[in-house]
Nanobody
């Protein structure tokens, strides 16, 4: 069993920054890719970013490219999402998830373990 816990969300003004963390316990992230997704009120969950096990593969959703950076520290069983130049449309609950393998995926069906989410609210 894997437990994922996100933290770092909050309320920030447009143009501000937040750093989200996702820490795994149990069977950890070893040998697995990790992704970040978000869900805005009334909308479906959408892909944000993903990183492969060896960090050689990274993929971003187009709207966050150049503003968000995903990284991981395998020794700490942690994955991070640095979010800069935040916009009101970035508002939502952010979830981290463990992929089914060490590769990167952008569809939610390729992830088996999910955290409980952390709220990010960007005011205009």
């Amino acid at each position: 069993q894997v437990q994922l816990v996100e933290s770092g969300g909050g309320l920030v003004q447009a143009g501000g920054s937040l750093r989200l963390s996702c820490v795994a316990s149990g069977r950890t992230f070893n040998n697995y890719g990790v992704g970040w997704f978000r869900q805005a009120p009334g909308k479906e969950r959408e892909f944000v970013a993903a990183i492969s096990w060896g960090s050689g593969g990274i993929y971003y959703e187009d709207s966050v490219k150049g503003r968000f950076t995903i990284s991981r520290d395998n020794a700490k069983n942690a994955v991070y999402l640095q979010m800069n130049s935040l916009k009101p449309e970035d508002t939502g609950v952010y979830y981290c998830a463990r992929a089914l393998s060490g590769d990167i995926y952008y569809h939610a069906g390729a992830y088996d373990y999910w955290g409980q989410g952390t709220q990010v609210t960007v005011s205009s």
